[in-house]
């Protein structure tokens, strides 16, 4: 990307606006701090995608926590999960009798959650929930559905607010949809 020419021209439009982003955040924020008032809790972030919503989630929430973060990735060099997830990062934090939200950008197939939510019970947590910016409504299994969802959307790419193509447009303030023209036949991975 070297201007704002290229930037537009990459763009179909802006799907979510960065001020109903920001009041959806405050709202979820109050409901978590809400729901895990006087417990334990822990925030594990989903990299790279969560980062700009979880930091802005938790300088919202009022309550004490504690973050750790997971890489996972399941899109390989596409545009769409391949189904196989691949941990690149694990975490740190000791999970054993806490309550721990999993903080997603987008969840698309469930493949990539259903992976990471047999990995964390295993680490035996009080309680394992799931609070996505994002969902795309293509999950089969009510059992993934996540206790907290920002927006649901169509299906269409997006990017912005931390989610990217090929590691770009993460720094963008709204979710925009990117031109199918832009990722298609090439590299990328949308987290």
Known sequence: MT?????????????????AIQAR?????????????DKDLVLVGVLRGSVIFLADLVRQMTLPLEMDFITLSSYGNGVTSSGAVRQIQGLATDLTGRDVVIVEDIVDTGHTLAHLLRTLRKRHPASLSVCTLLAKGNVSDPALAPAYVGFTIPQQFVVGYGLDYAQKYRNLPDIAILKPEVYAGQDGEHE
């Open 3 to 19: 201007n704002r020419t290229e930037l537009d021209e990459a763009l179909e439009g802006v799907l979510i606006s960065a001020e």
């Open 25 to 37: 955040v405050a709202e979820l924020a109050s409901e978590l701090t809400r729901d895990y008032a």
